[in-house]
């Protein structure tokens, strides 16, 4: 168990529709970091938060944003669904925001269906 | 731009058999940290191993190690007289500094490893 939790585990919605993905760091964390698993794609960095910041942006589509509350869990949004946007996300945690060498440990991840 | 090549998309071996992973890869950084993950079939990403620039030295942990040369940009993960609880798919990642998002990781392909009695 890594200690970072994401809900929900598993997601089915329809085209169009829009989702809401949430992530828990590990206690002490103040980063946290989306990914995206797909067949085509494989696993690619979204976007990163420090204690409320976004700090650094992958290959986030325009449809996806994402925010870090005060209590430092983290919300990914995903709107305007498409077949394509069938993934695992994957929430990962670290110590510092800046340090290319932290660790990342990653939640159990949630599956999107779309269909 | 980086980039993490890991040519071998399935490999299968017998129990008790080692096996190597292969990982190459590209960065203009100097400095920079290599990291492995495992993903078991119940999906998630575990962490295995984190290697910087300008550590060369081959690592062990029990069954599992790795070796770092910078010269062939290559950072291969052996495991040795595989189980079946090995079976999963591997990923090498790299992050570098300096690129403006320091932190994130490039990730591999993965390699895919099947263990069987």
């Known amino acids: 168990d890594s200690g970072v939790t994401q809900t929900p585990k598993h997601l089915i919605t329809a085209t169009g529709q829009r989702v809401t993905l949430r992530c828990s760091p590990r206690s002490g964390d103040l980063s946290v970091y989306w990914y995206q698993q797909s067949l085509d794609q494989g696993l690619q960095f979204l976007i990163q938060y420090y204690n409320g910041e976004e700090r650094a942006k992958g290959n986030i589509l325009e449809r996806f944003s994402a925010q870090q509350f005060p209590d430092l869990h983290s919300e990914l949004n995903l709107s305007s669904l498409e077949l394509g946007d069938s993934a695992l996300y994957f929430c990962a945690s670290g110590a510092t925001p800046g340090l290319a060498g932290v660790e990342q440990y990653f939640g159990p991840g949630t599956r999107l269906t779309v269909t | 731009a980086q980039k993490v090549t890991q040519a071998q998309t399935e490999i299968s071996v017998v129990e008790k058999e080692d096996v190597t992973l292969d990982c190459v890869y590209e960065t203009r950084d100097t400095t920079y940290y290599l990291f492995w993950y495992k993903q078991p079939p119940s999906g998630e990403l575990v962490f295995l191993i984190r290697?910087?620039?300008?550590?060369?030295q081959n690592e062990i942990s029990g069954r599992y190690s790795w070796n770092f040369q910078k010269s062939t940009s290559s950072f291969n993960f052996t495991i040795t007289a595989s189980q079946v609880v090995d079976s999963a798919v591997y990923f090498c990642a790299l992050s570098a500094v300096n690129t403006g998002t320091a932190s994130k990781l490039t990730f591999g392909t993965g390699t895919r490893l099947q263990v069987t009695l």
């Open positions: 290697r910087n620039s300008f550590d060369e």
